[in-house]
Structures are given as structure tokens and as C-alpha cells.
């Protein structure tokens, strides 16, 4: 149901990224899609079209988006460089 989430532990949460180790930081939490866009600086068009593609590290639970801001920095440094195509 809705509060699913709730019945999880922290510990049983994963970001969708296979190389990320298993541990889950304190600032692991919902976040929304603007907040999400404000940590990468990109607007929420753009930022609703990269959760859509599935490559941010972010976990999805219905309509919530679960990741960190280390989570996304270290994505955006690891993509440095790279051209990140959008399907």
C-alpha cells in the first residue's frame, strides 16, 4: 500500500546503482522532483525526463524519488565528460 515505505528498514533501500556499496547515507530521503532539479541545476522539464530514463541514482516508490545529494554528486562526477543520452 502507500506507506509501504514505512514497513521498510533504511538498511533494505538500495539506490538503483550497481556499483554504489550497500551502505545508505542520513540524507537518503524523499525528495522532490524540484528539489532533485535544484541539486543538479537543471529545470524540472529535464529533470522529470532523466528520472523517466531510469539513469539517476534514485529509487522510486509510486510517485517518490528517494536518492541523496552526495548520491546525485557523485553520479554527476562520475558522468563527467559524457554525453548522457536521454530515451
Known amino acids: 500500500g502507500r506507506y509501504a515505505?514505512?514497513?521498510?528498514?533504511?538498511?533494505?533501500?538500495?539506490?538503483n546503482n550497481p556499483?554504489?556499496?550497500n551502505?545508505?547515507?542520513e540524507d537518503f530521503k524523499k525528495y522532490s522532483i524540484a528539489e532533485i532539479?535544484?541539486?543538479l541545476g537543471l529545470g524540472k522539464t529535464?529533470?522529470?525526463?532523466?528520472?523517466q530514463s531510469k539513469i539517476l541514482p534514485v529509487t522510486k516508490l509510486g510517485r517518490d524519488?528517494?536518492?541523496?545529494p552526495k548520491a546525485l554528486q557523485d553520479f554527476m562526477?562520475?558522468?563527467?565528460?559524457?554525453?548522457?543520452s536521454i530515451k
Not at 5 to 15: G, V, Y
Request: net charge positive.
Open 5 to 15: 515505505f514505512n514497513k521498510l528498514r533504511k538498511k533494505d533501500i538500495f539506490m
Open 19 to 21: 556499483n554504489a556499496d
Open 23 to 25: 551502505t545508505v547515507s
Open 37 to 39: 532539479a535544484d541539486m
Open 46 to 51: 529535464k529533470t522529470r525526463e532523466l528520472l
Open 65 to 68: 524519488y528517494f536518492t541523496s
Open 77 to 84: 562526477k562520475k558522468n563527467t565528460g559524457k554525453e548522457l
